[in-house]
């Protein structure tokens, strides 16, 4: 039963990626390829005066250099916008912008050969203050709702920075590219999706788009970092110039350099409230550095300007969104998309309230939380089911971890060897409420296609199910197995690698591909059953009394069984696409029903702060979160559990920080991440509601998790030191308390 749908399915690549025998893209080797390396800008911002790429043919084995006289079609791509130069040919507006790329026999020669390319800068003043780039915005926006003016009795006001967060997977980018003999190449790539890879490469290479076969390679993490192109045009160029596969692996300095990350924050908010504690208004600037090109900017302002107010019920409201464009690195999509940024705000907001009305945090949040009916700041309906008043419920049940022991000092904030004296740490609990939208929102197309067959081979019936979507880690290997499983009633089941040959699944983001990848495999199992029930009912019993269990067609109150073997014969195919319903764009006033569903999540966390040393512990991280049904319950929870930690990163030590534009220390030794001694076992409490416009009832639950844990656990940390602490991450130095508070 672990092998359909709600049973904890194992996935079918987890021993090889727990035993290091997976076939990552970086793995790739095909006889006689060569190495490819790029060649970046030092500077944030500079003209490009000289490019000599000479020298670079006096290494050994170097067989081309790439530069942007080499690119015969467009010479910009981008996953909204084309505005981003496949290589500089005059301006570089970002640190480690490609200028050229070079391809050699080996990759020692192709580092010494990008080593060698001589650039010559005109060093321009960088713009890296977003605050003096409002002139120049990539979108502005502005959602206004009820009374804008309306005033509570209570008034509270805060500003908020968030630092730029990097996804930080482990398998860097990499990518094997080999010309084809029709003219075209194939290319093979860790990435989120296929076919915006596809269309951008080939619109680069003037190619048409089935010249240009993307298949996925092996993906080590993404969290949004592989949604836009990076390597991919460099590699298939290189391959075409040179006529052999080329193969491009980022070192781990260049994937700092090479990807987008978080989307910066500054955010000034004001709450108003009733004296008994209901919210009468909410506004809000939020001002987001895009960087230096567009990426996602635009859909990611979407999101944080209209759940800028958080789920709750909010009468009036002025939110105003900005991103703009910087000569820092560009930002795009990371986990949470948006709506991390704003969450840290709003439930700071919420704390300070609670605290100006004397109220408990977690009823302050009882009394606004959204219900079904409630209108959001963009007059989008709360439809039911949407348990947020739920999630609050569960996660106050979790019981309190105790207190540490005092005699054990690797209990105490620091660890062994710190000296943290007991008397002076303190321990600190803080909750936090928000939601996530589902799927892509204002009014986008966002369908995803899959195929399923069914067949006999040497006498045992088997489904082969082939789908673009990525996978990334999220699941899909074991859920469309599953679905499969489920609907068809088969045990042997073969999902195809993800590739361009069948159409778009869209992105593996936004917490969509349960959603609209599973429902299309769904649906073309449903069309595969109802083809086998109209041949089963050729012997002599309708087509609706057949079901189909355990590799057989049973039609039980005619006492009738038969093999499903005698009933597929020479195959049965069936491909089908799945669309959820509608959403709509933003009017003038941010107006309109722009978003699919929503997930909502509560967490709290525990710390213990060293007032002295500013250290501090994370005890217990718990949450509550809405999943619709759990269909892969083992999955589910490595992905809450992992959004969780990686949101407690962002909120005690995940920081890529730049000075003047430049990235400082662009490796793991500096861009410090949670390990397994800095994070307890997560509590996770899951709250079933299905919701009856999905498939199975199921909620996407991959970015869910990582929008309110960076809030609770920075919260817990106020609690403990009384500091106010409007930046994330926290730093020690933010966490020192001269006296006890």
Not at 71 to 98: I, K, M, W
Not at 340 to 369: F, K, S, T, Y
Request: proline content about 6%; aromatic content about 4%; charged content about 20%.
């Amino acid at each position: 039963m672990t092998e359909r749908i709600g049973g904890s399915a194992r996935r079918p690549d987890g021993t090889a990626k727990a035993t290091g025998t997976f076939t990552y893209a970086n793995d790739l080797i095909v006889p006689g390829m060569l190495h490819g390396a790029t060649v970046r800008c030092p500077h944030p911002h500079a003209r490009l005066v000289a490019l000599d790429v000479t020298p670079a043919y006096a290494v050994a084995g170097v067989v081309r250099v790439a530069t942007s006289a080499d690119v015969p079609g467009n010479p910009c791509y981008g996953l909204d916008v084309t505005d981003q130069a496949v290589f500089v040919s005059d301006v570089a507006r970002y640190h480690g912008e490609p200028v050229a790329a070079v391809a050699a026999e080996t990759r020692a020669a192709a580092e010494a050969g990008a080593r060698a390319v001589v650039a010559t800068w005109e060093v321009l003043a960088p713009l890296t203050d977003p605050e003096l780039a409002v002139d120049d915005t990539y979108r502005h926006l502005v959602v206004e709702h009820g009374d804008p003016e309306a005033e509570g009795d209570v008034v509270v006001e805060g500003d908020y920075v968030i630092g730029v967060q990097d996804q930080a997977f482990l398998a860097p980018e990499a990518a094997l590219a080999v010309p084809a003999a029709d003219g075209g190449v194939d290319l093979t790539v860790a990435t989120q999706w296929l076919h915006v890879d596809q269309r951008q490469v080939a619109d680069c290479l003037a190619l048409p788009s089935e010249l240009v076969r993307v298949t996925l390679g092996g993906v080590g993490g993404a969290f949004g970092g592989r949604e836009d192109v990076t390597l991919q045009v460099h590699c298939s160029l290189l391959a075409m110039l040179t006529g052999k596969p080329v193969k491009m692996v980022y070192t781990r300095q260049e994937s700092f350099l090479g990807h987008v990350h978080r989307h910066p924050a500054r955010m000034h908010y004001r709450h108003t409230a009733t004296r008994d504690g209901r919210l009468v208004s909410v506004s809000a600037r939020i001002l987001l550095d895009g960087g230096a090109y567009q990426s996602s900017s635009w859909a990611v302002v979407g999101n944080a300007t209209t759940m800028a107010a958080g789920p709750y019920a909010v009468p009036n409201a002025r939110l105003e969104g900005l991103v703009v464009r910087t000569n820092n690195p560009p930002n795009g999509a990371m986990r949470g998309f948006g709506v991390v940024q704003v969450c840290a705000g709003h439930e700071a907001q919420m704390d300070r309230l609670a605290a100006a009305l004397d109220m408990d945090p977690l009823q302050l949040r009882e009394i606004n939380a959204v219900r079904p009916g409630d209108r959001l700041p963009t007059g989008q309906e709360v439809v039911d089911p949407s348990p947020a008043h739920e999630v609050l419920a569960e996660l106050a049940q979790i019981p309190l971890p105790a207190r540490h022991d005092e005699a054990d000092e690797l209990l105490l904030p620091g660890g062994q060897g710190r000296c943290a004296d007991p008397a002076r740490v303190r321990r600190g609990i803080g909750i936090a409420l928000g939601y996530k939208n589902i799927a892509f929102s204002e009014g986008y197309d966002d369908p995803s296609t899959a195929h399923v067959r069914l067949e006999v081979v040497d006498g045992t019936v088997r489904a082969v199910v082939r789908s673009a979507c990525a996978e990334v880690g999220q699941g899909f290997v074991t859920l469309a197995r599953q679905i499969v499983r489920s609907e068809l009633g088969v045990d042997e089941v073969e999902l195809l690698q993800a590739d361009t040959s069948i159409a778009s699944a869209g992105s593996t983001s936004a917490a969509r591909q349960t959603w609209v990848s599973g429902g299309a495999v769904r649906m073309a199992c449903a069309a595969v059953a109802d083809e086998l029930r109209v041949r089963a009912a050729g012997r002599g019993v309708p087509a609706g009394a057949w079901e189909l269990l355990e590799g057989r067609a049973v039609a039980s109150e005619a006492g009738e069984s038969v093999p499903l073997g005698e009933l597929v014969g020479d195959g049965v195919d069936a491909e089908r696409t799945y669309r959820h319903h509608p959403t709509t764009g933003l009017d003038a006033r941010g107006q309109g029903s722009p978003h699919v569903a929503f997930a909502y999540v509560a967490h709290r966390a525990v710390v213990d702060v060293d007032l002295d040393l500013g250290t501090s512990r994370l005890v217990q991280l718990a949450t509550a979160q809405d999943v619709g049904r759990a269909l892969s319950p083992l999955g589910l929870l490595g992905q809450v559990e992992g959004g969780s930690v990686q949101g407690a990163g962002l909120a005690l030590m995940e920081e890529l920080v730049l000075d003047g534009g430049r990235v400082l220390g662009p490796g793991f030794g500096d861009y410090l991440l949670p390990t397994t001694l800095d994070v307890p076992d997560v509590d996770v409490r899951l709250v079933e509601v299905p919701d009856p416009r999905a498939p199975y009832g199921a909620k996407g639950v991959g970015e869910a998790p990582h929008v309110s844990s960076p809030a609770a656990v920075v919260a817990a940390l106020r609690a403990a030191t009384g500091n106010p602490l409007t930046r994330l991450p926290v730093r020690p130095e933010d966490l020192v308390v001269e006296e006890t508070p």
